[in-house]
């Protein structure tokens, strides 16, 4: 069996198991050195990132092929990926870079399986009058458009 598609089947072997935790990224360099990147609906634990690698290097055989394996969670400077992640930030202000470079940033209001909605609060001059009045408006975004997305810390 070739080497990326047996470690893709001990990963949803255990991923199945855990149905809270979910497949941000796999990566497989040329030195066969493998990166796996996990995320949960309710975070990644060390212990997740133990039992995913154990899933796997206790079903391979390093004396038919010698890897090296890195199982981590999705950091903060990771970007959004997956709908999944995108869910698990409702409520939270995301940056997005959009496909023709246009920045975005707001609040994450819905997610489905297309696209997801934000909420965009600013000020604008009043039609009427000197002075700017407070807009909030709901702009939906398809995943296709989604160049690079970003949650946004705050201290």
């Known amino acids: 069996m070739e080497f990326r598609k047996r470690i893709e089947e001990l990963l949803n072997e255990f991923l199945v198991t855990r149905e809270d935790l979910f497949l941000v990224d796999l990566k497989i360099s040329a030195g066969d050195d493998i990166t796996v990147i996990l995320d949960g609906d309710q975070g990644v634990t ?3 990132c133990l039992d995913a690698s154990r899933a796997i290097e206790f079903n391979m055989d390093r004396e038919e092929h010698d ?14 990926s997956a709908p999944r992640q995108f869910r698990k930030n409702i409520g939270r202000e995301i940056q997005v870079m959009l496909n023709d470079d246009t920045k ?3 609040e994450l209001a819905k997610v489905d399986d297309e696209k997801i909605t934000l909420i965009l609060r600013y000020r604008k001059p009043k039609d009427i009058g000197k002075g700017k ?3 909030e408006e709901e702009k939906e975004i398809p995943y296709s458009e989604i160049k690079k997305a970003l949650v946004v810390i705050k201290f």
């Open 133 to 135: 009045v407070d807009v």
């Open 46 to 48: 060390l212990q997740d």
């Open 67 to 80: 890897f090296s394996l890195q199982v981590m969670s999705a950091g903060l400077s990771e970007p959004l």
């Open 104 to 106: 975005i940033e707001a």
